[in-house]
């Protein structure tokens, strides 16, 4: 696609998004879910970069304070009221993310009594990990695209409260563990085993957090992140990390672009983590290219899982100029791999082009997951945004 049509698309995709979803126009009750809106201020700034138009920085900013408006806030079915930190109306305006963010699920969160439905439990609410750190990289972006620290504090206390609140000892002691989710109010888990890439997601952000504040925002008061940045880097110690997942390849893949980058600055630690994540991509993406998924019908296939995996292809040509550009920043095995990752980049080509396809939004794997599917696209179709802390 050439880059005029690339444009063009992400123009009509997040437009279409930010009606449906009641940004633009405002509606009395926008459907705000944290995953999308990640990647939507992502997109949104990307085409301020790359159009100069205001309007596109003002709508990821006006999405911002939706989602902490909406989704830092107890639901209006709950008998809870007010913002999830318990704080008084003036002083949560002032940290709208210290008590956390809701996923932004339709059902409410399963109750204390209730009894456990694997099927169910992924359309209650409660809070992700993994959606949180999305929203801490995007407050990030922000942060860094406007010069307002207030941005990356935000992303701070966030950090902090969800270390706090996922990261606990077992009964017996021994190893910290983290909750792959938790309800609301970051009470009790809601599910408790650990997700595998949450700590090496965590260990990534809050390094990624911590590097802007002490690069860009030195004279700024915000929360310093080093006791949890030991205990992630501990906790991915002796992790498995591979997995045929698309969409968890793809992020395994976003992790290192990050990771290089951050190497770049003088700012990740360990050195050789980048190298254990790129050999489990490699390994993913060799279980995953055997079954030759991209040939079954739309009917069986997720947009956002392959495009996930798109989008982190995309960071293998970032982190090959990277190693090219700062060859001392990176341990000896890391070219080699990146080497071997190149090859599968026809992969995300694929992909990408078949779901740019306007004929395949009519399957219903797509329009069941309309806005994520359409906002991921728009990632996928210009990713720099995104890939880039």
């Not at 740019?356 to 990632?379: C, D, H, K």
Request: hydrophobic share 40%; aromatic share 8%.
């Amino acid at each position: 696609m050439q880059n005029d049509n690339r444009l063009s698309t992400i123009r009509v995709l997040m437009a279409e998004f930010a009606a449906r979803s009641g940004l633009d126009p405002a509606a009395k009750v926008p459907r705000r879910y944290l995953w999308t809106d990640a990647f939507a201020v992502c997109n949104f700034l990307e085409l301020y970069r790359r159009t100069n138009d205001e309007k596109f920085r003002d709508l990821a900013l006006r999405l911002v304070d939706q989602v902490h408006a909406i989704l830092g806030r107890h639901r209006d079915d709950d008998p809870r009221s007010g913002w999830l930190s318990g704080l008084g109306e003036e002083e949560g305006r002032r940290h709208p993310t210290i008590g956390g963010l809701r996923i932004g699920k339709e059902l409410n969160e399963r109750g204390p009594g209730e009894p456990f439905d694997e099927r169910l439990e992924w359309e209650r609410d409660g809070q992700y990990y993994h959606y949180l750190t999305k929203w801490m990289h995007a407050l990030n972006r922000l942060s860094r695209a406007t010069g307002e620290a207030a941005y990356n504090v935000w992303a701070l206390e966030l950090a902090k409260t969800a270390h706090a609140g996922f990261t606990s000892l077992p009964h017996r002691g021994g190893r910290k563990r983290m909750a792959w989710k938790m309800s609301i109010d970051l009470g009790r888990p809601l599910v408790p085993s650990m997700g595998q890439h949450d700590p090496i997601d965590g260990l990534v952000t809050f390094s990624q957090l911590q590097a802007t504040a002490r690069r860009e925002f030195a004279g700024t008061a915000a929360p310093q992140l080093d006791a949890e940045i030991l205990d992630l880097a501990q906790l991915c110690t002796g992790r498995s990390l591979a997995t045929d997942d698309p969409l968890g390849i793809g992020g395994l893949l976003f992790d290192a672009c990050r990771m290089a980058q951050l190497r770049c600055l003088e700012a990740f630690e360990p050195a050789e983590l980048l190298a254990d994540v790129l050999g489990a991509a490699r390994l993913g993406l060799e279980s995953y290219s055997v079954g030759n998924p991209l040939r079954l019908p739309v009917e069986y296939r997720l947009a956002f899982r392959e495009l996930g995996l798109s989008i982190g292809l995309q960071g293998i040509e970032k982190m090959r100029k990277l190693i090219g550009q700062h060859p001392g920043a990176f341990a000896p095995s890391v070219l080699p791999l990146v080497e071997e990752l190149e090859r599968y980049a026809p992969l995300g080509e694929t992909i990408e082009a078949f779901w740019a396809e306007g004929r395949n939004w009519n399957s219903a794997g797509w329009t069941e997951n309309r806005e994520i599917n359409s906002v991921m696209l728009a990632t996928s179709l210009a990713p720099e945004g995104f890939l880039t802390i």
